[in-house]
């Protein structure tokens, strides 16, 4: 596969269980806790998607993608988020994510939409 996954999360342990689940799945992965390194790794290259938790330290989820898209990154971007809610989710949509997950999710179905929204 070309291409890395961003997985955007201020939480360790959430960005090494989905390092796993997608490094399993056949995913090269690369990971951010805050959205200014994401950005940072982003600027580098070679980033296909990315995961992106909505409560980051520095922004929040829909803010570092609307960043992205501002500097004319084109890349598929799946939020998700403890903090779920309908209007998050309406909020999400119209940002442009590919899609949004509350936490918990099925991991196979995170996997399928990845799939499903990568080039």
């Not at 796993?20 to 805050?34: M, P, R, Y």
């Not at 992106?52 to 004319?72: C, H, Q, W």
């Not at 309406?90 to 996997?111: I, W």
């Amino acid at each position: 596969m070309a291409g890395k996954i961003l997985i955007v999360d201020d939480q360790a342990n959430m960005c090494w269980i989905l390092s796993k689940i997608l490094v399993e799945a056949g995913f090269s992965v690369e990971t951010a806790h805050t959205g200014s390194k994401a950005l940072s790794i982003i600027a580098r290259g070679g980033i296909a998607a990315a995961i992106v938790d909505y409560r980051l330290p520095d922004m929040n989820g829909i803010e570092l993608f609307d960043t992205i898209k501002s500097a004319y990154w084109k890349i598929p971007a799946i939020l998700i988020t403890s903090y779920g809610s309908k209007t998050l989710r309406e909020e999400a949509r119209r940002a442009g994510f590919a899609e949004y997950f509350d936490k918990p999710f099925r991991n196979q179905a995170l996997v399928a939409t990845l799939r499903n929204v990568l080039p």
